[in-house]
């Protein structure tokens, strides 16, 4: 039987309302932390299950890429050296771009020049000189046809009024007629020249 208790302690044991506070307040910290748990778990399963998904596309998509191209077996490499080859082409396409938009279109220019020929009238020769853009040319046509047909102001006319050729050229000029023995037969040579735009 005991004859006393002494509690040694007793100042520093907390009041059963202090104590009720600190059980709720350890009840209420170890929710948020068995929350932030579970939110953190259910993260963490979720990014594996995608980083799962992503492997196993990765791996179809290296099948699929090693059936393609089956000389090749790193697909990152070959985007690579597909990407750096479309730079080469496209730097290549952007030359010929440049090149085509300075070159002179000559087709287009003959084809203007010729439309309004008579018949018989043929270009004995065509020169230009890139540098100066110069264009010269010269038309023949036979002595017997030269009355009937010749006009070398109407021909100039014609071309001056075209906007496809002068939108090739600036106005076209008569420099010389003179008559001339081409493989000994009289002809009329009629001399032009325009500057190329």
Same mark, same amino acid.
Request: proline share 4%; charged share 25%.
């Given at each position: 039987?005991?004859?006393?208790?002494?509690?040694?302690?007793?100042?520093?044991?907390?009041?059963?309302?202090?104590?009720? &506070?600190?059980?709720?307040?350890? !009840?209420?910290?170890?929710?948020?932390?068995?929350?932030?748990?579970? $939110?953190?778990?259910?993260?963490?399963?979720?990014? =594996?299950?995608?980083?799962?998904?992503?492997?196993?596309?990765?791996?179809?998509? +290296?099948?699929? !890429?090693?059936?393609?191209?089956?000389?090749? *077996?790193?697909? &990152?490499?070959?985007?690579?050296?597909?990407?750096?080859?479309?730079?080469? &082409?496209?730097?290549?396409?952007?030359?010929?771009?440049?090149?085509?938009?300075?070159?002179?279109?000559?087709?287009?220019?003959?084809?203007? =020049?010729?439309?309004?020929?008579?018949?018989?009238?043929?270009?004995?020769?065509? @020169?230009?000189?890139?540098?100066?853009?110069?264009?010269?040319?010269?038309?023949?046509?036979?002595?017997?046809?030269?009355?009937?047909? $010749? @006009?070398?102001?109407?021909?100039?006319?014609?071309?001056?009024?075209?906007? $496809?050729?002068?939108?090739?050229? @600036?106005?076209?000029?008569?420099?010389?007629?003179?008559?001339?023995?081409?493989?000994?037969?009289?002809?009329?040579? !009629?001399?032009? +020249?325009? *500057?190329?735009?």
């Amino acid at each position: 039987m005991t004859a006393f208790r002494i509690n040694l302690i007793r100042s520093q044991v907390a009041p059963p309302r202090e104590r009720r &506070l600190m059980f709720w307040g350890m !009840f209420l910290y170890l929710f948020v932390c068995g929350a932030l748990l579970v $939110v953190t778990a259910n993260s963490s399963a979720r990014k =594996l299950v995608s980083a799962s998904a992503g492997r196993h596309q990765m791996a179809v998509l +290296d099948v699929e !890429f090693r059936k393609a191209r089956p000389g090749q *077996t790193d697909m &990152l490499r070959f985007a690579r050296s597909l990407e750096s080859d479309l730079g080469k &082409l496209a730097d290549r396409l952007h030359t010929i771009e440049s090149v085509l938009t300075e070159r002179v279109n000559l087709v287009d220019i003959i084809q203007g =020049l010729w439309r309004p020929l008579p018949g018989g009238v043929t270009v004995m020769s065509l @020169n230009f000189e890139e540098q100066d853009r110069l264009l010269q040319f010269d038309l023949m046509i036979p002595e017997g046809l030269a009355g009937e047909t $010749v @006009n070398a102001s109407q021909w100039m006319t014609a071309w001056n009024r075209d906007p $496809v050729l002068m939108s090739a050229v @600036n106005r076209i000029d008569s420099v010389t007629a003179q008559r001339q023995k081409v493989a000994r037969k009289s002809m009329f040579v !009629f001399k032009f +020249d325009c *500057t190329v735009k």
